[in-house]
């Protein structure tokens, strides 16, 4: 079954911690990964991408084909960085779809 | 540019009516596609329209249905509603239904009751 997970409903930091958002996923072939980010009373928006390698905002996501796991990173969580993370995957074979996970909401505390 | 416009942005119906939602893609956008997001879950993919067809469709019964128009813009029907319907749904476009290019509207939040 084609299925991300965010173990995490909420995660918690202070201003200036390091921050993880888990996501695993379960796929049998190559898929495409992505983060997306919803900030208060803003829409829905994508994050980045894994084929990308890019860090945007600070965050930076690597694929692990053998955890299968696509976790969301950032060495310093900063207020604004508060907001809803989706991690969503493109099944492989040209279907034009996404796959999201439940979402992980992130509070940075002063 | 607006970007996505969905309408209306929040509906009440009854169980067993029937309901229309509406979508205009971000200008220059060929492809809409459709999500259903129910409370503390992430969006789930209805179907996706390209050239006034659907091209891909998920997990959903025969009461979902779309069109697209002329103009690019899409409206999804649902039938014959249930209460487990009320939920957020989600239009997004691309142009030539790259997932990474997706711009998503605001949403449309529909209580069935």
């Known amino acids: 079954a084609q299925r991300v997970t965010q173990p995490e409903k909420l995660l918690s930091v202070f201003k200036g911690a390091p921050v993880e958002l888990k996501c695993n996923y379960s796929?049998?072939?190559?898929?495409?990964l992505f983060w997306y980010v919803q900030y208060s009373r803003q829409r829905l928006q994508l994050l980045l991408r894994?084929?990308s390698r890019e860090s945007i905002k600070g965050f930076t996501a690597d694929l692990n084909k053998g955890e299968t796991s696509f976790h969301l990173k950032k060495p310093f969580a900063q207020e604004e960085d508060s907001a809803m993370y989706y991690c969503?995957?493109?099944?492989?074979?040209?279907?034009?779809?996404?796959?999201f996970g439940a979402g992980t909401r992130l509070a940075v505390h002063p | 540019d607006a970007g996505v416009t969905q309408s209306p942005t929040h509906l009440i119906k009854t169980r067993g009516q029937q309901v229309t939602l509406r979508c205009s893609p971000k200008?220059?956008?060929?492809?809409v596609s459709w999500y259903q997001q129910a409370l503390g879950q992430g969006p789930q993919f209805i179907f996706q329209?390209?050239?006034?067809?659907?091209?891909q469709r998920g997990n959903f019964p025969d009461r979902f249905s779309g069109h697209q128009f002329p103009n690019y813009s899409s409206e999804l029907n649902v039938n014959a509603l249930l209460l487990g319907d009320s939920a957020l749904y989600l239009c997004?476009?691309?142009?030539?239904?790259?997932?990474?290019?997706?711009?998503f509207g605001s949403g449309t939040r529909l209580t069935v009751v």
């Open positions: 997004a476009s691309s142009l030539g239904g790259v997932e990474y290019g997706y711009t």
């Open positions: 796929y049998s072939g190559s898929p495409e």
């Open positions: 894994h084929i």
């Open positions: 969503a995957l493109r099944p492989s074979g040209g279907y034009n779809k996404l796959i």
């Open positions: 200008s220059g956008h060929d492809t």
């Open positions: 329209y390209y050239e006034e067809e659907e091209r």
